[in-house]
């Protein structure tokens, strides 16, 4: 079955300092992969996708690069703000060209940072 | 603006009573997804429903009903046959255009069953 596995949390930052949170995945066909960011008592916001290999996804300073080679699809961003504290959550959808695909999520990676 | 309304946000209720929660989008989306989310863990898929009058059974769907009268609305009821429900409980839709597959989140609704 498909699965995802991120790094261990919770991830402590100081502002300004770079970002990685590793993202692994096992999948049986060409899945797109996400990253989901959750704020407190909140819902999940999309936050970027890649639905093919070498696809880079970003959005707000956050890129991720789909690597089929590795299955991997790390989350990384230059500079951290006190306002990117959140929990995130990669996934991936295999659809394998059907009209619907199951969301399979990590665990989610809690991300401090402190000013 | 579109999005996807979940209420209410936080829901009380005595052990041995049903509850339904509400779930509505405006976005125009065939499918619709009930989520469990529990303390430091991922998302559970619940239920899922691809198109009105039709859902399946997600990974834990025991405990649980949906209806989808609507292509808006996809309510779930929480049943006193759930041994634990107590959850942060998360509706979502998405398009099924192949290729576009992701999903929306409405906001939650924390419940707590005492």
């Known amino acids: 079955g498909n699965s995802v596995t991120q790094m261990e949390g919770p991830v402590t930052l100081s502002e300004e300092a770079f970002l990685t949170i590793n993202c692994t995945y096992t999948?049986?066909?060409?899945?797109?992969l996400f990253w989901y960011v959750q704020y407190p008592g909140e819902g999940l916001q999309l936050l970027l996708k890649?639905?093919?290999?070498?696809d880079k996804g970003s959005n707000k300073g956050f890129e991720a690069t789909y690597r089929k080679e590795t299955t991997s699809f790390h989350l990384e961003k230059g500079s951290v703000q006190v306002s990117d504290s959140a929990v995130y959550f990669c996934a991936l959808i295999d659809a394998g060209g059907t009209s619907y695909g199951k969301l399979t999520f990590g665990q989610g990676t809690i991300l401090t940072v402190h000013p | 603006d579109g999005g996807i309304t979940q209420s209410p946000k936080y829901l009380f209720r005595k052990e041995g009573q049903n509850v339904t929660l509400s779930c509505e989008q405006n976005?125009?989306?065939?499918?619709m997804y009930w989520y469990r989310q529990d303390p430091g863990q991922g998302l559970r898929l619940i239920y899922y429903s691809q198109i009105v009058n039709d859902f399946q059974k997600g990974d834990i769907a025991e405990g649980y009903s949906v209806s989808r009268e609507k292509k808006e609305s996809f309510p779930l009821t929480v049943t006193s046959a759930q041994k634990n429900p107590t959850a942060f409980y998360l509706c979502?839709?998405?398009?099924?255009?192949?290729?576009?597959?992701?999903?929306?989140f409405g906001p939650g609704t924390r419940l707590t069953v005492t």
């Open positions: 979502a839709s998405s398009t099924t255009l192949i290729g576009r597959h992701e999903q929306y």
């Open positions: 890649a639905t093919k290999a070498d």
């Open positions: 976005l125009n989306h065939d499918a």
């Open positions: 999948a049986t066909g060409y899945p797109s």
